[in-house]
C-alpha cells in the first residue's frame, strides 16, 4: 500500500521523522498540541516555515478534531512524541490503522515520560517500539522494537537526540512491512513486567539527601538535563539545580547526607550521601551556569554546610 500518513507529535524530537515522511512524499498533516513552551514552539515554527500542512488538537473537543482529520486525505496515522491519549472515535476513523512508537521496550515504562524515568531508574538499555495502538495506554501489539544502549553520562537531551536518530531506521523498516503486507501486519503481544512512566511532577526532579544514594543523584541530574533544568535541591533556602555530578570514592565520615565534606583544587565540591559521596560538577542558579567548585568559592560557601532536600 502506499500510505498517506498523518503524524501525531507535539515535541521538536519528531522534526527528523517529519522531514523524512516529507522526503518519502508521504506525509498529510502533523497534529499538534496547544502545549507553550520552547520545545513545542520549536516544532510549530518549524511547521509554519516550511508550509507544512498541521492543526492543533483539542482535548476537549473530539468532533472538532474528527471534522478537520475527515478532510486530509490520509490512510494511516502513527504517534510519536504526543502528550494526549486519542479516543476510540479517533483509531476508528483511521480503521485502527494507527501506530504509536513509544521511546521504551515495552511493556516497560508505560506513560507520557519513558526517557525521564528509564534515566533516573538508571537503566542501561532501552528500545523504540512500534506497536498497534489500542484503546488503553501504550498496550496494542507489538510491529517492531529496536533496542540500543543507554550510556551511563546520556542525558535526557542525548537520548532524545538517540531517539530521534532511531526513528528514522524503525520507521523505514514499517514502511517495507506495509508494502508487503498492508496494514494486516502480525503483531506479538507485549510480554513481560508492566511499569509506568507517568507525568513527571516537582517532587520526581527534587533530591531526598534522606534516602537517595550517590547515584541515585547522579541518575537524577542526568534525567533532569536539561528538560527540567537540573535536579532540584536546597541551599540556605535558595534553589539549587545540580545539572551535572559525579560518584566519588570517598567516605562520607558519618556526615548527614547532603553536608559538604571538601570544596577545593582539584577535587571539586564533594558532598556526602547515605553511602558515600558525589562531586557537583555544574550547577545552575538564577546568575548562571558555574562549575561546582567556582559556584562554592563564587557564593562563599564553607565545608560542612548542607544542602537540604
Not at 72 to 95: M, Q, Y
Not at 220 to 233: D, E, H, M, S, Y
Not at 266 to 276: A, C, F, H, K, R
Amino acid at each position: 500500500m502506499t500510505p498517506k500518513i498523518t503524524l501525531f507529535a507535539s515535541s521538536s524530537v519528531a522534526l527528523n521523522l517529519i522531514g523524512y515522511l516529507l522526503s518519502k512524499e508521504i506525509l498529510a498533516c502533523v497534529v499538534v498540541t496547544s502545549r507553550i513552551d520552547a520545545d513545542a514552539n520549536l516544532l510549530l515554527q518549524t511547521l509554519i516555515q516550511h508550509n507544512i500542512p498541521y492543526f492543533v488538537f483539542k482535548e476537549k473537543d473530539d468532533k472538532a478534531n474528527l471534522e478537520i482529520l475527515k478532510q486530509i486525505d490520509s490512510n494511516l496515522a502513527l504517534v510519536f512524541s504526543f502528550s494526549h491519549k486519542l479516543s476510540t472515535s479517533i483509531l476508528e476513523h483511521f480503521n485502527n490503522d494507527i501506530f504509536n512508537i513509544h521511546a521504551s521496550l515495552l511493556p516497560k515504562y508505560r506513560g507520557s515520560q519513558p526517557i525521564f524515568w528509564q534515566l533516573k531508574n538508571g537503566e542501561t538499555s532501552s528500545a523504540l517500539s512500534l506497536c498497534r495502538m489500542s484503546k488503553n495506554l501504550d498496550d496494542g501489539g507489538i510491529i517492531i522494537q529496536k533496542e540500543f544502549e543507554i550510556d551511563s553520562k546520556d542525558t535526557y537531551g542525548i537520548l532524545t537526540i538517540i531517539v530521534s536518530q532511531l526513528v528514522l531506521n524503525l520507521t523505514d523498516d514499517f514502511l517495507e512491512l506495509l508494502n508487503k503486507y498492508g496494514t494486516t501486519l502480525n503483531a506479538s503481544a507485549q510480554i513481560g513486567d508492566e511499569s509506568k512512566a507517568p507525568k513527571v511532577e516537582h517532587k520526581d526532579i527534587c533530591i531526598d539527601w534522606e534516602s537517595m544514594t550517590s547515584n541515585d543523584i547522579v541518575n537524577l541530574a542526568r534525567a533532569c538535563n536539561p528538560i527540567f533544568g537540573g535536579a532540584q535541591t536546597k541551599w540556605k533556602n535558595s534553589s539549587i539545580s545540580i545539572v551535572e555530578a559525579t560518584v566519588v570514592d570517598m567516605p562520607n565520615l558519618g556526615l548527614k547526607a547532603g553536608t559538604i565534606l571538601h570544596i577545593g583544587a582539584p577535587e571539586g565540591l564533594i558532598i556526602s550521601t547515605v553511602d558515600s559521596a558525589v562531586r557537583v560538577d555544574i550547577v545552575s542558579v538564577p546568575e548562571g551556569f558555574f562549575s561546582g567548585l567556582r559556584f562554592a568559592k563564587r557564593f562563599r560557601i564553607d565545608a560542612g554546610e548542607n544542602f537540604s532536600s
